[in-house]
Structure formats: structure tokens, C-alpha cells
């Protein structure tokens, strides 16, 4: 298997199915932890030099973010139900614990904080911009959680996408692996996969130019693509929708992609 293909384990002890670091990764900033809370479950993590977007991917819950509390913040039944999370900024040096009031699917998106003094927020669902990328087999639906317009944190980017049957995402190819702005920028970034109905399987492929990087990987519902640099378009077969869940970070808070030449020429 894929050092890139991350799949779920069975629950730790706090209901923690997936756990990337940039240690294990192999990189510099992003990291993405998944759980999945019983009923009056909860969780309390200190943030230390990172900061941290907590995403209820399903579920309802009570956050506490440093001094702020928020209640019963969420509450959709799936990711592929048309409602926007609850989702937390949780500053470096700061707190954090969650209180499921049902199950809970919760996603722990961080990145380095930086040294300027920030501030816990919860993002409301007017701040997080949607739209409609592409078209025909390659449209795809975007919520922005998190983009680079949002002054918020230093580092973090936070989107979700949902793929329909039958079509691509992250398409044409693109990539985000070169420090070379205003032209691209480089980011590091996590794609978590869920598929409806859950049996489902797409597929994402992570190539640079000269193919020496180049996986194709088969994804199940609950898995974890680490997208170190290249390019990385996925496709969703006919029956079964796909949902991601985009973490970003790098050394510039900027989203400034470069297309795969060899295909650019679909969008002309």
C-alpha cells in the first residue's frame, strides 16, 4: 500500500481513527486527526505552538475553545447532507475540548501558528463562502471553512468538496509544491475521503512532472491521502458521491496553484 494512503484504525481510547503529523508525513506543517465520539464523549486537547480548526464533519456537539464556550454547534447528519459544519479557530498556546451530544465525526485540522497573538472564533456559516467549480463531469461543490481571505490564522487552510457520481475533483490536475508566488505557492495538504453510499471507492492519483512521484490509489470511505507535492486529481465512479475534507499549510498563507500543462488545454 501507499505511504501516501492513510486508512482508519479501529477507535483509541479517545475515539481517535486517524492521526497524521507532520512527523509521520514526512513534511513541515500540516496536521489531521479524525474521531469518531459516542454520546456524552468528550475530548480536551492543548493546541502548544500550533493552531487548530476543529471541523464536526456529522454530529452535534459543546466546544470549549480558551475562555469561549459554544453549544450544541453542528448538528448535520452526514458531510453529504446541504449544511455547512460547525467548525472552531483554536489559537496556539490555547485549548480545546469537545463534548459529543451524539455521535460525532470530528476532524482536528492544524498547522504552526506563528508569533503574532490570535484569537478563538467559531466560523459562521456566512463566512464560509460556497461555489461551484468546473463543469459537466468535472463540476464539483466547494465550502470554504478556512481560504487564505480569511485573516484569521497564520498558516491553516480548511475546505470541503463534494464530488457527484461519476466525476473528477481537483481537475484538471493541479499542484501547490513551488515557492514561487505570485505564480504558486507551496502547500502541503491532507485529502479525507468519504464516500455515499460508504461501500463506495474512488480513485486520486500524486505525480510531479518528471514521475518521480506517481501513486494511483484506490480510496475507501474513511481514508486519508497525504499530498506532499504534485499534482493530484480524484475521481469518483458512477453511484457513489465523494466527499473531501482539503487540510493546507505552508510557509505563505496563500492557495496559488499551477495546472498540469499536458491537460490545461480542456479548460481553453
Not at 31 to 57: M, P
Not at 61 to 84: C, M, N, V
Not at 151 to 178: C, F, M, Q, R
Not at 184 to 196: G, K, N, P, Q, V
Request: glycine content about 8%; some cysteine.
Amino acid at each position: 500500500m501507499s505511504e501516501l494512503l492513510i486508512r482508519p484504525t479501529e477507535p483509541d481510547a479517545n475515539g481517535r481513527v486517524t492521526h497524521v503529523t507532520p512527523e509521520s508525513a514526512g513534511w513541515g506543517h500540516v496536521g489531521f486527526d479524525l474521531y469518531h465520539l459516542e454520546a456524552g464523549q468528550s475530548i480536551s486537547c492543548q493546541t502548544g505552538s500550533r493552531e487548530v480548526c476543529l471541523v464536526l464533519v456529522s454530529g452535534l456537539a459543546d466546544i470549549t475553545a480558551g475562555q469561549l464556550t459554544f453549544e450544541e454547534l453542528g448538528g448535520r447528519s452526514s458531510p453529504f447532507e446541504d449544511k455547512p459544519p460547525g467548525a472552531i479557530y483554536v489559537a496556539p498556546e490555547s485549548s480545546w475540548t469537545v463534548v459529543a451530544r451524539g455521535l460525532v465525526e470530528l476532524a482536528v485540522c492544524s498547522a504552526p501558528g506563528g508569533d503574532e497573538p490570535r484569537t478563538e472564533r467559531r466560523i459562521d456559516e456566512h463566512d464560509m463562502g460556497v461555489e461551484i467549480r468546473g463543469e459537466g463531469a468535472n463540476t464539483r461543490h466547494v465550502r470554504n471553512i478556512m481560504p487564505d481571505t480569511d485573516p484569521t490564522a497564520h498558516s491553516l487552510l480548511v475546505v470541503e468538496v463534494i464530488t457527484p457520481p461519476g466525476n473528477w475533483s481537483s481537475y484538471p490536475p493541479h499542484k501547490h509544491d513551488t515557492d514561487a508566488l505570485p505564480e504558486e505557492s507551496f502547500l502541503e495538504e491532507t485529502y479525507y475521503h468519504r464516500l455515499d453510499p460508504v461501500q463506495g471507492f474512488a480513485f486520486q492519483r500524486v505525480y510531479t512532472d518528471d514521475l518521480s512521484l506517481d501513486e494511483t490509489m484506490t480510496v475507501q470511505n474513511g481514508d486519508v491521502v497525504c499530498v506532499p507535492r504534485g499534482y493530484h486529481p480524484a475521481g469518483t465512479p458512477y453511484g457513489y458521491s465523494l466527499y473531501y475534507l482539503n487540510v493546507m499549510a505552508g510557509p505563505i498563507r496563500k492557495w496559488v496553484f499551477r495546472n498540469d500543462p499536458q491537460h490545461e488545454w480542456m479548460l481553453k
